[in-house]
């Protein structure tokens, strides 16, 4: 018998691409240098932006994107549309047979998330979300040092983003100012699922939220000098409680010009994980960078990983070294192992709605008495194994 690796490799996972902006480039160098998946279509409201892209990452087809969901050598939707209309695409694909990826938030309210889960759960289909990051060297790697006991039992954690938005470098960044966008949609997705993967399930919220700026002015690209309305908070503090026991805090603003605080810090009871903000690797929006680590025993920071002399007991997170760069797209090719081998993905649907209920929670946490309770639980994803993946074209 076939092993999964062979499978899809005799096979590879077809995928149509919807959605072929800012984004997609990445996803598209990526996907194309793994044997494992075949992004055969690609698709968008502007099928000449589509046609650019499919020209310069070789796909074989543009479509647009009902003829996409129409597709029936089509298995997968790989979602990579605006926040606000991720659900309806995303529904759409389920509704007509098709695996999905998306990029995250899963969707912008909990009756839509919960409606992909239940659509694909009753039709046998896997549902995989954005961001796929954890699975990167730097965050395999912290999980090493953890599940290692390194650090101890864990007590806490602290997430910390200040920037001063998107406007100075994406070209289109109205949706970011728009319902489902904002920095905690936008970025809370990695540091939230960063901290499910490290530390497990979060059970109690509470957040406060501002906004600074009512308008704000594109910096760059054809439409420079534009101002776009700002109709949602761009300032967000909140609060956590694990599952565990553990407590968390976690400031994403679009409103502060520049922060030395770290972007990340994991508290032990016998030391500290800190994920440093270095250019050109910052926080949990990347795969990739270093992890430092001290520890009651020692008085200065160790780093890891150091390729010259990574410890022979990390293996396994030695394993994931290859994934030290930007490697988005990672969480679908798990997600076609998943498929093959009939389990479940470790960039789930599950664990993406776990993080937007999180999210929704801090947003309505002042109006609902200061703390939410958080319904949803999920699996914690595994570590990545030293089976995967093997696929380079
Ligand atoms: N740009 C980034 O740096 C970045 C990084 C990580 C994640 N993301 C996420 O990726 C997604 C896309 O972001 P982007 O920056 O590529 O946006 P973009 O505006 O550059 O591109 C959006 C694409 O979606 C298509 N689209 C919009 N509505 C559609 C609809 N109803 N049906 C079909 N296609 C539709 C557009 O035609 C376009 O091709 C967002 O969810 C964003 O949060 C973006």
Redesign the pocket.
Known sequence: MLNSFEQLNSNPLCIGL???????DIYLQNLSSFSEVNVKTC????LE??ADKAKQHDIANVAT?DEIIADNSIDCVLN????A??A??SLAALQAGKHVYS??PLATNLDDSKRILDLASSKGLIVGN?PDTFLGGRWQTARKIIEDGVIGSVIGCMAHVGTHG?ERH???PD?YYKHGGGPLL?LGPYYLTVMVFLMGPITRVSGMASRSFDKRQIENGARHGEWMDVEVNTHSLSMFEFASGAIGNMTMSFDIWDSETPRFEIYGTDGTICIPDLDPVHGA?VFEGPVWYRTRKTSRWEFQPRPTDRPKEWLVAENTHNFNFNC?GLGLLEMAYAITEKRAPRASGELAHHVLEVMLGIESAPDKGGFVDIESRCDIPNILDERFPKGKK
Do not use: M, Q, Y
Not at 43 to 46: Q, R, T
Not at 80 to 83: A, K, Q
């Open positions: 919807i959605g072929t902006g800012r984004i997609s698709g968008s409201l502007n932006e589509s994107p990579l549309t605006l926040p209309v991720h309806e695409v990029e995250k954005a998107v994406h070209p289109n949706f936008d929006n988005r």
